[in-house]
Structures are given as structure tokens and as C-alpha cells.
């Protein structure tokens, strides 16, 4: 195992191969994928699993119009991806529960009761635009299931931004309501302060979920157990999530002292939103994001101060999906800036 | 068999637009409505076309060295012209196209053709060949911003098509939507020109630069394989 | 020294030729370019007004509302005043300033209303420039509807859906100023008031 290094790996000195043209390998690359299907599809099934509660409870909480959410969007995810297999004659890779798993995470970002056409652009453009038109797992920039989500949200931002349902499980008599960033920016606007010192039963209400938002962004303690769960399973690291957490509660902290009327308390910030959500799900993505640690808290720190300051100041009143999607853009520069450990040397170095 | 060829190679086989990738500025800005494409295309061809013709009269006249100035100043004083009628008989549609007919100036289809064509061809080949290309542009840009309107505005020439159910998906007329598009049908085209050759027996004519292993995107991407591979250590 | 020469020549004779071929364009455009801009440079202050035959963009009133300068534009006809136009802001929108240009008649009821600068967002708040939205201001007046709020505060004027706060800017805005014009009706109107007093221009 340790002799077959990965091709990407760096040439031998001696070799007389042209370095200059880096371009060669992805001509080489560029139509049949050979990779091991079988272990992306295991590290895939975490991450779903590790969604699992948070999604239950959205059904839970939501009633119907969440399961068909998610059915749905999951249901699309793999039959585009399936489908641009098909037309381009690819071999698949639809098993590998990737797009199962992006599915899945843009059901999470939308408002229950989203109509089926709305979930199934949002995939099209996930799936084909951001995913395979680039070329396939490990070849796109951007998160797709958040490509989705945010061309929903520019394209159709009445059903994105308005349409949300307080929790009444089983949605017989949901009512619209405003999502607790979406109340805070109102109140700021209306009386001129932020209505949003938590209270403790509002705390509580944030951490466990009684609230309005789009699927899985509603309760952060079920999240958490999920990301809880990746860390201790290995697929993820700390340092992605904690940067985000920890950049959005120092930066919310800093303008909070510096005038609390007009900006809300740190702790509002760090449990409101899709942060958690984007933080453990989105933040760690193997292709999106930096491979070195020290990438990662870059990575994290520029996703949360995004996000700030486009909850504070711009014109969405949520930021951590451009948050993300921003900084996905600068991954490449990232990585280059903190080389990464070249893999099999380390298990080299153990063997 | 010359004339028809230097006419028609405009429309596809050298297309400003989607072969030959020129032009991209107002391909992108002004494409949010059919009207608006139509009236660029045309600004452009007449620019196009008087300043072929001219500059082919004068090929020999003008001295190598000073032929960019010349046909500089030759381009500029016929997007002049197209402002000045413009502004004064279409207003509304001068209004809504603004910055870009000045601009017409440095579209590099014009400079491009002069330098490429006109000061090496006669008058009737350059004529047709601006002709040519002028069509070809404006087809494009139509085409471009047809595409944008029905999808994004659900209207095509300012004419509702798609019924009141319609929800416009506001992404095109947007600039990213732009970018989206023009991307999508690029390749498109490429795929198109691929089956075609592939049928004719011959190479497809994309040009190097255009193919996606030439795409700074992936140069800059060198780390696609260290991604999968960490994907799979994760797996182990 | 010959080919300078040559060169200075052919650029020379290529710059009077087109000069000469502008100076022609733009002779047989020039009036037609005029009446153009001269219709844009009042657009918009005119069709929020009443018709009127004086330079309403020269024939201005500055008051100071506690706040900020109200510029108003005043319109007349034959000497008679017409109405006014003044641009009010609501600092108020879901991002930033949003600065509407509203034209009022002699009895203080809206004639017109354009949206000239906001930074709403695109698909929701930016509707306050729909025709659909900004016409129901129309004919409306300080004291006509009595209470100025959108529909879901229980007023008359239908929110944006999912732009309520957008909304709501502009109605308080439009309110706002029209008290403000009402208050100084006299002073904008000048010259002529006999002619002000309710009933005078307006419906």
C-alpha cells in the first residue's frame, strides 16, 4: 500500500518529466474517475447519519411538509447526479452517497413546505452546475448543496426568505412567522434597538429548536451531538467549526460592546441561524475546504467574519451560506499557502 | 466560392461570440432583454461593418506603423456616429444600452477584425466579412438574451409568454445568471462542434485555450487529487 | 525624415476626414439630442407632477425639516401654481437610505411617486419600484387615508410580500413628507397662495 503513492503525490527529483505543465494530469483524469468508491461512500454515511437527528426532529418538528422536503431533495440529488452519468457516459459514482448526502444538506437549508419545482432547481444547479460541471467529487470549488441553496435564495427570495412555518408538528395549522434573525433586524428597524437580549427560556428555546427556520438549522443541540459524533468517528477536525463558532461570537461580541442596542448579544449570533449547521456540515467538506489544520482555522475565522458582517450590515439577513461559499473560493489559495502533509508519508513514517 | 464563405464564417465556424470568445463585456452587461440585444448587435455591426470597408480602402495608404492610431481613430468616429443617432432617434433604447455603445470602441471584435482582416483583404471581403461577423454578434447576443428574458423575466421582446403561473427565475437577469449562462452555452457549442467534426471525420476547431484542461480553474486546482485522496484516508 | 512626414500626413488627413464626418453628425443630431435631454433632466421631477409650462428643475424651495434640507420643486401653469415635487428618505429600509421622489397637487394629494435610490433587497424590498406598489400613493393626501400604515399594521397600503419592512419605510416616508408639505404648503406654493386653499387644484 505505501508503494503505490498517489499519483498526485510529488515526482521524484530525478525524474525528466515536464513540471510545467500540470495541466497533463487532469487531461489525463478527465473522463473515468477511478477512486475508491467504497470508502467516500463510508465517510458519506457518517456525515448522513450524523444528520439524522437533527433531520427527525425538523420532521418532527415541521410535520409533512419537512419529510417531503427532504424526500425530495434527496430523491433529486441522486437522480441528476445519476442522469449526467447517464448523458455524458460516465461511470457512476452515483453509489457513493455523495450526492445522496448534498441532497440532504439543501433540504436542510430550505423552509418546510418549499414546492417541489423550487427543490429541484435548487438541485439541478447543486448537482450539475456546481458539482459535475466542474468535474465531479473532488474537482468542485464550491459546497453544491450550498451553490443550490444560494441560487435559490437570489433567483426565488419571497418563498427563501418569507415563507417560513413555526414549529406546530405535523403543520396542520402553521402559521408564517419570521425566523429569530429576521424578528431581531425588524425590531432594530421599528424601535431602533435589537429586541434580542436572550433571555434564558430564549436560550433554551434556540438550543433545543422551538423555532422558526429552515429545516436543520432549528436546533443546535442536535447538531451539535451530530458534529459531536463526526469528531469522535474521525471525519472531521475541530478546527473548521471552532474557528467559524468561535469568530462569529468574537466578532457579534466586539460590535455588541461597542453599542448593544444596534447589535445583538454574541450568544444570539452563535445560536441562531444556520451556523451550527454550516459550521460542523459544510465548513469540513473534504473537497471544498482547506486540507492543513492551519487552513482550516483560516478557513473558519474568514467564514465567520463573512458571516457577521453580512448579518449585520448587508441586505440578507443571514450570511453563513455566502460565508462559506466565499471563502470556498479562497481554498485554493489557502492550501497553497499552507502545504498540507503529503498523504501516505505520514502512515509511511508509522509503518 | 470565397464571398459566401468570408460572409458566413461569421455565423458559426469564427462566431465573435462563442467560438472566437470576443466581446464579452457587453455579451454580459446588456443581454437582460432581446430589445437591448438586438439594438447592441445592430450599434456593433454598423461600427463593424464602416469601419471594414474603411479601413480596406485605405490599407495601403495607411503606413504600418501608425495603423493602430488610424483605425483607432476611424472606429471611434463611427461609434460616435452610432451615439450621436442614437441618442437623438432611439432614445430609450440609447438610454438603456448607455455606457456600452461608447464602449463599443474597445470591443475587441472590431479592433480584432481591422487588424486581422480588413487591412489585409479587399473592400467587397471586408465588407462581408464585417457584415458577417456583425450578424453572427448580434444572433449571439440575442440568442443570449432571449434565453435571459423568458427565463428570468418570463418575456420575450417585452411580450409576457410564460403565463401568470410562471415564478421568473431571477438569476439570469442577474449578473451572475449572465456568467451561468454564457458558460452553459459555451460549452454547449463546444460539444455541438465536437459531434459535428466528429461526423465530418476532421478535428473539432476549439481553440486550445478554450477546452477545460486548459482552464486556469484546474491549474489553479492542482490539489483535486490530495482532496480525494484525504476523503479516502477518512474512510479507512 | 520622408516617411515622418508621410505618416503625419495620413494620420492627418484620417483625423479631419473624421472630424469633418462628426461635425456633420452631430450638426443634423444635435436638436433632436437636445429636446432628448432636455426631457430627461426633467423626467422625473415632472411626471410625479401635475402638467406644468415653467423650468421645474430650476424653480426650486429649500426647507429645513429639523433633519435634513427638503428641496421642493414647484410647478406652475400659466403662473398659477400646479403642485410640487420634493424628495423625502426613509432611513428606515432593510438596508440603508431609501430616497423617493414625491409629487403632490395644490391640495396636498399625491400625483406621483418614483423610488430614486435604495439598496433594498433584489426580488423583495426592490419592488417598491413596481408601478403596482408605488401606484397605490397615488391620489392619496395627509389626512386621506387617516391612518398612513401598510395592511398588516391595519392601515390601507398593501405590503410587499415578504418586503413588509421595505414597506413600511416608505409609507412612514411618504407620510412624513406630505405633513411636512402640508405644513409649509404656503411658502412652497409662494407667490400665488389664493389660489392654495383645499379644493383649489387638486381632484
Same mark, same amino acid.
Given at each position: 500500500?505505501?508503494?503505490?503513492?498517489?499519483?498526485?503525490?510529488?515526482?521524484?527529483?530525478?525524474?525528466?518529466?515536464?513540471?510545467?505543465?500540470?495541466?497533463?494530469?487532469?487531461?489525463?483524469?478527465?473522463?473515468?474517475?477511478?477512486?475508491?468508491?467504497?470508502?467516500?461512500?463510508?465517510?458519506?454515511?457518517?456525515?448522513?447519519?450524523?444528520?439524522?437527528?437533527?433531520?427527525?426532529?425538523?420532521?418532527?418538528?415541521?410535520?409533512?411538509?419537512?419529510?417531503?422536503?427532504?424526500?425530495?431533495?434527496?430523491?433529486?440529488?441522486?437522480?441528476?447526479?445519476?442522469?449526467?452519468?447517464?448523458?455524458?457516459?460516465?461511470?457512476?459514482?452515483?453509489?457513493?452517497?455523495?450526492?445522496?448526502?448534498?441532497?440532504?444538506?439543501?433540504?436542510?437549508?430550505?423552509?418546510?413546505?418549499?414546492?417541489?419545482?423550487?427543490?429541484?432547481?435548487?438541485?439541478?444547479?447543486?448537482?450539475?452546475?456546481?458539482?459535475?460541471?466542474?468535474?465531479?467529487?473532488?474537482?468542485?470549488?464550491?459546497?453544491?448543496?450550498?451553490?443550490?441553496?444560494?441560487?435559490?435564495?437570489?433567483?426565488?427570495?419571497?418563498?427563501?426568505?418569507?415563507?417560513?412555518?413555526?414549529?406546530?408538528?405535523?403543520?396542520?395549522?402553521?402559521?408564517?412567522?419570521?425566523?429569530?434573525?429576521?424578528?431581531?433586524?425588524?425590531?432594530?428597524?421599528?424601535?431602533?434597538?435589537?429586541?434580542?437580549?436572550?433571555?434564558?427560556?430564549?436560550?433554551?428555546?434556540?438550543?433545543?429548536?422551538?423555532?422558526?427556520?429552515?429545516?436543520?438549522?432549528?436546533?443546535?443541540?442536535?447538531?451539535?451531538?451530530?458534529?459531536?459524533?463526526?469528531?469522535?468517528?474521525?471525519?472531521?477536525?475541530?478546527?473548521?467549526?471552532?474557528?467559524?463558532?468561535?469568530?462569529?461570537?468574537?466578532?457579534?461580541?466586539?460590535?455588541?460592546?461597542?453599542?448593544?442596542?444596534?447589535?445583538?448579544?454574541?450568544?444570539?449570533?452563535?445560536?441562531?441561524?444556520?451556523?451550527?449547521?454550516?459550521?460542523?456540515?459544510?465548513?469540513?467538506?473534504?473537497?471544498?475546504?482547506?486540507?492543513?489544520?492551519?487552513?482550516?482555522?483560516?478557513?473558519?475565522?474568514?467564514?465567520?467574519?463573512?458571516?457577521?458582517?453580512?448579518?449585520?450590515?448587508?441586505?440578507?439577513?443571514?450570511?453563513?451560506?455566502?460565508?462559506?461559499?466565499?471563502?470556498?473560493?479562497?481554498?485554493?489559495?489557502?492550501?497553497?499557502?499552507?502545504?498540507?502533509?503529503?498523504?501516505?508519508?505520514?502512515?509511511?513514517?508509522?509503518? | 466560392?470565397?464571398?459566401?464563405?468570408?460572409?458566413?464564417?461569421?455565423?458559426?465556424?469564427?462566431?465573435?461570440?462563442?467560438?472566437?470568445?470576443?466581446?464579452?463585456?457587453?455579451?454580459?452587461?446588456?443581454?437582460?432583454?432581446?430589445?437591448?440585444?438586438?439594438?447592441?448587435?445592430?450599434?456593433?455591426?454598423?461600427?463593424?461593418?464602416?469601419?471594414?470597408?474603411?479601413?480596406?480602402?485605405?490599407?495601403?495608404?495607411?503606413?504600418?506603423?501608425?495603423?493602430?492610431?488610424?483605425?483607432?481613430?476611424?472606429?471611434?468616429?463611427?461609434?460616435?456616429?452610432?451615439?450621436?443617432?442614437?441618442?437623438?432617434?432611439?432614445?430609450?433604447?440609447?438610454?438603456?444600452?448607455?455606457?456600452?455603445?461608447?464602449?463599443?470602441?474597445?470591443?475587441?471584435?472590431?479592433?480584432?477584425?481591422?487588424?486581422?482582416?480588413?487591412?489585409?483583404? =479587399?473592400?467587397?471581403?471586408? %465588407?462581408?466579412?464585417? $457584415? !458577417?461577423?456583425?450578424?453572427?454578434?448580434? *444572433?449571439? /447576443?440575442?440568442?443570449? +438574451?432571449?434565453?435571459?428574458?423568458?427565463?428570468?423575466?418570463?418575456?420575450?421582446?417585452?411580450?409576457?409568454?410564460?403565463?401568470?403561473?410562471?415564478?421568473?427565475?431571477?438569476?439570469?437577469?442577474?449578473?451572475? =445568471?449572465?456568467?451561468?449562462? %454564457?458558460?452553459?452555452? $459555451? !460549452?454547449?457549442?463546444?460539444?455541438?462542434? *465536437?459531434? /459535428?467534426?466528429?461526423? +465530418?471525420?476532421?478535428?473539432?476547431?476549439?481553440?486550445?485555450?478554450?477546452?477545460?484542461?486548459?482552464?486556469?480553474?484546474?491549474?489553479?486546482?492542482?490539489?483535486?487529487?490530495?482532496?480525494?485522496?484525504?476523503?479516502?484516508?477518512?474512510?479507512? | 525624415?520622408?516617411?515622418?512626414?508621410?505618416?503625419?500626413?495620413?494620420?492627418?488627413?484620417?483625423?479631419?476626414?473624421?472630424?469633418?464626418?462628426?461635425?456633420?453628425?452631430?450638426?443634423?443630431?444635435?436638436?433632436?439630442?437636445?429636446?432628448?435631454?432636455?426631457?430627461?433632466?426633467?423626467?422625473?421631477?415632472?411626471?410625479?407632477?401635475?402638467?406644468?409650462?415653467?423650468?421645474?428643475?430650476?424653480?426650486?424651495?429649500?426647507?429645513?425639516?429639523?433633519?435634513?434640507?427638503?428641496?421642493?420643486?414647484?410647478?406652475?401653469?400659466?403662473?398659477?401654481?400646479?403642485?410640487?415635487?420634493?424628495?423625502?428618505?426613509?432611513?428606515?429600509?432593510?438596508?440603508?437610505?431609501?430616497?423617493?421622489?414625491?409629487?403632490?397637487?395644490?391640495?396636498?394629494?399625491?400625483?406621483?411617486?418614483?423610488?430614486?435610490?435604495?439598496?433594498?433587497?433584489?426580488?423583495?424590498?426592490?419592488?417598491?419600484?413596481?408601478?403596482?406598489?408605488?401606484?397605490?400613493?397615488?391620489?392619496?393626501?395627509?389626512?386621506?387615508?387617516?391612518?398612513?400604515?401598510?395592511?398588516?399594521?391595519?392601515?390601507?397600503?398593501?405590503?410587499?410580500?415578504?418586503?413588509?419592512?421595505?414597506?413600511?419605510?416608505?409609507?412612514?416616508?411618504?407620510?412624513?413628507?406630505?405633513?411636512?408639505?402640508?405644513?409649509?404648503?404656503?411658502?412652497?406654493?409662494?407667490?400665488?397662495?389664493?389660489?392654495?386653499?383645499?379644493?383649489?387644484?387638486?381632484?
Amino acid at each position: 500500500m505505501e508503494e503505490r503513492l498517489p499519483d498526485a503525490g510529488p515526482k521524484a527529483p530525478g525524474t525528466k518529466e515536464k513540471t510545467e505543465e500540470p495541466i497533463a494530469r487532469f487531461l489525463v483524469s478527465s473522463s473515468p474517475h477511478v477512486h475508491e468508491g467504497i470508502r467516500i461512500r463510508s465517510v458519506m454515511g457518517l456525515v448522513i447519519v450524523a444528520l439524522l437527528p437533527a433531520s427527525v426532529f425538523s420532521i418532527y418538528l415541521f410535520g409533512l411538509p419537512a419529510l417531503f422536503t427532504i424526500l425530495v431533495s434527496v430523491a433529486s440529488a441522486a437522480g441528476f447526479e445519476w442522469l449526467w452519468q447517464k448523458v455524458v457516459r460516465r461511470p457512476g459514482t452515483a453509489g457513493d452517497l455523495s450526492a445522496v448526502l448534498t441532497g440532504l444538506l439543501l433540504a436542510l437549508n430550505l423552509p418546510a413546505g418549499s414546492p417541489w419545482w423550487l427543490i429541484l432547481v435548487g438541485n439541478l444547479f447543486a448537482i450539475v452546475v456546481a458539482k459535475q460541471l466542474y468535474g465531479g467529487i473532488g474537482y468542485n470549488i464550491f459546497n453544491p448543496a450550498l451553490v443550490g441553496r444560494v441560487v435559490l435564495l437570489v433567483a426565488f427570495p419571497v418563498h427563501m426568505t418569507s415563507r417560513w412555518i413555526s414549529p406546530s408538528a405535523w403543520g396542520m395549522d402553521a402559521v408564517t412567522t419570521a425566523t429569530p434573525l429576521g424578528r431581531a433586524r425588524e425590531a432594530l428597524l421599528a424601535t431602533g434597538s435589537v429586541d434580542a437580549a436572550l433571555t434564558r427560556n430564549e436560550a433554551i428555546d434556540l438550543l433545543i429548536g422551538n423555532r422558526a427556520g429552515s429545516l436543520g438549522e432549528v436546533s443546535v443541540i442536535l447538531l451539535l451531538i451530530g458534529g459531536i459524533f463526526l469528531l469522535a468517528k474521525r471525519v472531521i477536525t475541530w478546527h473548521a467549526p471552532v474557528a467559524f463558532i468561535g469568530s462569529v461570537w468574537a466578532m457579534a461580541g466586539i460590535f455588541h460592546l461597542a453599542n448593544p442596542a444596534r447589535f445583538a448579544d454574541p450568544s444570539f449570533h452563535v445560536l441562531t441561524g444556520g451556523l451550527f449547521l454550516g459550521a460542523f456540515f459544510m465548513a469540513t467538506d473534504y473537497v471544498t475546504t482547506p486540507l492543513a489544520p492551519a487552513g482550516k482555522i483560516v478557513f473558519g475565522i474568514g467564514c465567520g467574519v463573512v458571516t457577521v458582517v453580512i448579518r449585520l450590515f448587508g441586505s440578507y439577513p443571514e450570511g453563513v451560506s455566502f460565508g462559506i461559499l466565499l471563502m470556498n473560493a479562497f481554498t485554493p489559495l489557502i492550501d497553497r499557502a499552507f502545504k498540507p502533509a503529503v498523504f501516505g508519508a505520514r502512515r509511511a513514517k508509522t509503518a | 466560392m470565397g464571398a459566401g464563405r468570408e460572409f458566413a464564417k461569421g455565423l458559426w465556424s469564427e462566431n465573435p461570440i462563442f467560438r472566437v470568445v470576443l466581446g464579452l463585456c457587453p455579451t454580459l452587461a446588456v443581454t437582460t432583454s432581446a430589445q437591448n440585444g438586438v439594438g447592441m448587435g445592430i450599434a456593433a455591426t454598423f461600427v463593424l461593418l464602416c469601419s471594414n470597408v474603411i479601413i480596406s480602402v485605405l490599407r495601403s495608404f495607411i503606413p504600418r506603423k501608425i495603423r493602430i492610431p488610424a483605425y483607432i481613430v476611424i472606429i471611434a468616429t463611427f461609434v460616435t456616429v452610432v451615439d450621436l443617432v442614437m441618442n437623438a432617434y432611439f432614445n430609450p433604447l440609447h438610454k438603456a444600452l448607455g455606457i456600452f455603445i461608447p464602449l463599443i470602441v474597445v470591443n475587441c471584435i472590431i479592433m480584432g477584425r481591422a487588424e486581422a482582416f480588413a487591412s489585409k483583404n =479587399g473592400v467587397l471581403y471586408s %465588407l462581408l466579412d464585417g $457584415l !458577417g461577423m456583425g450578424i453572427g454578434f448580434t *444572433i449571439s /447576443l440575442v440568442a443570449i +438574451a432571449s434565453i435571459r428574458e423568458l427565463l428570468g423575466n418570463g418575456t420575450i421582446f417585452g411580450a409576457a409568454v410564460m403565463g401568470s403561473s410562471y415564478v421568473p427565475f431571477m438569476l439570469l437577469i442577474l449578473p451572475p =445568471g449572465a456568467f451561468i449562462l %454564457l458558460g452553459t452555452m $459555451l !460549452g454547449a457549442m463546444n460539444r455541438v462542434e *465536437i459531434a /459535428l467534426a466528429r461526423r +465530418a471525420g476532421r478535428a473539432p476547431s476549439i481553440r486550445k485555450e478554450h477546452d477545460c484542461a486548459s482552464c486556469a480553474i484546474f491549474a489553479g486546482w492542482s490539489n483535486a487529487a490530495d482532496k480525494i485522496k484525504a476523503l479516502e484516508e477518512a474512510g479507512r | 525624415m520622408k516617411e515622418t512626414f508621410r505618416m503625419c500626413f495620413v494620420l492627418t488627413v484620417i483625423g479631419a476626414a473624421c472630424a469633418a464626418l462628426m461635425a456633420f453628425v452631430n450638426a443634423q443630431t444635435k436638436e433632436p439630442i437636445e429636446r432628448n435631454a432636455g426631457g430627461q433632466k426633467l423626467d422625473a421631477v415632472s411626471a410625479v407632477m401635475p402638467p406644468s409650462d415653467n423650468d421645474v428643475a430650476a424653480d426650486t424651495l429649500v426647507l429645513n425639516d429639523g433633519t435634513r434640507d427638503v428641496k421642493f420643486h414647484r410647478g406652475t401653469k400659466n403662473g398659477v401654481p400646479v403642485g410640487a415635487a420634493f424628495a423625502v428618505v426613509a432611513p428606515d429600509g432593510y438596508s440603508g437610505d431609501i430616497e423617493i421622489l414625491v409629487g403632490v397637487d395644490t391640495a396636498g394629494a399625491v400625483t406621483g411617486l418614483t423610488v430614486l435610490k435604495h439598496l433594498e433587497t433584489p426580488g423583495l424590498g426592490s419592488k417598491i419600484e413596481t408601478p403596482e406598489f408605488r401606484d397605490q400613493y397615488l391620489g392619496k393626501s395627509v389626512r386621506d387615508p387617516e391612518t398612513w400604515s401598510v395592511a398588516k399594521d391595519g392601515g390601507v397600503f398593501k405590503q410587499i410580500t415578504g418586503a413588509t419592512i421595505s414597506s413600511r419605510a416608505v409609507t412612514n416616508a411618504v407620510a412624513a413628507g406630505l405633513a411636512f408639505f402640508e405644513a409649509h404648503k404656503a411658502e412652497v406654493l409662494g407667490g400665488a397662495p389664493a389660489t392654495a386653499p383645499s379644493g383649489g387644484g387638486g381632484k
